[in-house]
């Protein structure tokens, strides 16, 4: 718990994830467009094999759209103290979105319809809901005048981790997009991770640091997803 609170740059740490994340893009490149049969075309270079095309770019895509904002969140976000235990945690984690989706989303050759586009949607949306929360937040704390203060304001004012509900929600897109029922152990499996393990943690520091202003926080607003929970 003690991370929560240490600051540090943790430069090594963070290159060695970006590094270990770079290979996993690679692999999940390999595993949606050079994994066997018949090559029909090729589309920027790409091997591309028969099957729903469309399907595998865009779950690739969605791969390069994390990476990129991971990256960015980490290097200019993160200024908490990053263990070494994390450079292999945290890409054991991203390998179950770049590997395991791709992996979930291969074999599918239904054509694109209502539900792909709603979980594009719902890709973007959690996107945006967790990259631009954690944005507000780095500028506001960036604010001398807000020091020592909880921040509760802007997206955060709808749920107190409403970073970790954006996550939820473009993970949930991912297994959309893969037409593959097993998919849907990864977002069941992130959000068992957020509601019984991150954020009790993370709530139990807050408190601690933040006392009385995280009390009031916590009796008006929802803990995790807005409106319900």
């Not at 994340?21 to 090729?42: D, H, W």
């Not at 897109?173 to 991150?198: E, R």
């Amino acid at each position: 718990m003690d991370l929560y609170g240490k600051k540090s740059k943790s430069i090594p740490q963070k290159l060695i994830i970006f590094g270990l994340e770079i290979v996993l893009l690679y692999l999940a490149y390999f595993i949606a467009f050079k994994k066997g049969g018949t090559t029909v075309y090729n589309w920027f270079g790409i091997n591309i094999q028969e099957g729903n095309l469309m399907r595998r770019i865009i779950i690739f895509s969605f791969s390069i759209i994390v990476f990129l904002r991971i990256s960015f969140a980490t290097f200019v976000f993160v200024k908490r103290r990053i263990p070494f235990e994390e450079t292999i945690s945290v890409p054991i984690a991203f390998a179950l979105y770049y590997i395991g989706f791709a992996i979930f989303g291969y074999g599918s050759n239904a054509p694109l319809g209502i539900i792909d586009y709603t979980g594009i949607a719902i890709f973007l949306f959690g996107s945006y809901l967790n990259t631009f929360s954690e944005y507000q937040r780095h500028t506001w704390k960036k604010d001398p005048e807000n020091k020592g203060k909880l921040y509760t304001i802007n997206l955060f004012k709808y749920s107190m981790h409403i970073n970790y509900f954006g996550d939820l929600l473009w993970v949930i897109g991912y297994a959309v997009l893969t037409h593959n029922i097993y998919s849907a152990w990864i977002p069941l499996f992130l959000y068992l991770f957020f509601a019984y393990f991150n954020i009790p943690k993370l709530d139990t520091y807050l408190e601690e640091k933040y006392k009385d202003q995280f009390s009031e926080y916590k009796n008006h607003t929802k803990k995790f997803i807005p409106f319900i929970y």
